[in-house]
Nanobody, 122 residues
Framework: QVQLVESGGGLVQAGGSLRLACEDS????????LGWFRQGPGKEREFVATISWSGATQDVAEAVKGRFTISRDKAIDTVYLQMNSLKPEDTAVYYCAAARSTTRRVDRYDYWGQGTQVTVSS
């Protein structure tokens, strides 16, 4: 069973950086695409980025393109979301999720982590 655990969230000032990590504690998502989503206060969960199992295919939402980068270290079964030039509107709970292929659709992701809070102060 896929078990995803996020880490790396916290409080940062606008313009700062954070790196989120998503680890599969059961080491079973090696054939899955991984995605990052976020949900701000009073908002729906939205797509942030996704990466294929091989790492060759990546997609990043327009709202964060040029600031956020997704990467994957297959050797340690971990996916990262490097977030630079953070803005207050990036404040949200960030979730890692696994799907059979890269997609922006929330309903295509079968497994989800518990989320990690990112707060960006102005």
């Amino acid at each position: 069973q896929v078990q995803l655990v996020e880490s790396g969230g916290g409080l940062v000032q606008a313009g700062g950086s954070l790196r989120l990590a998503c680890e599969d504690s059961a080491r079973t998502f090696r054939s899955y695409a991984l995605g990052w989503f976020r949900q701000g206060p009073g908002k729906e969960r939205e797509f942030v980025a996704t990466i294929s199992w091989s790492g060759a295919t990546q997609d990043v939402a327009e709202a964060v393109k040029g600031r956020f980068t997704i990467s994957r270290d297959k050797a340690i079964d971990t996916v990262y979301l490097q977030m630079n030039s953070l803005k207050p509107e990036d404040t949200a709970v960030y979730y890692c999720a696994a799907a059979r292929s890269t997609t922006r659709r929330v309903d295509r992701y079968d497994y989800w982590g518990q989320g990690t809070q990112v707060t960006v102060s102005s």
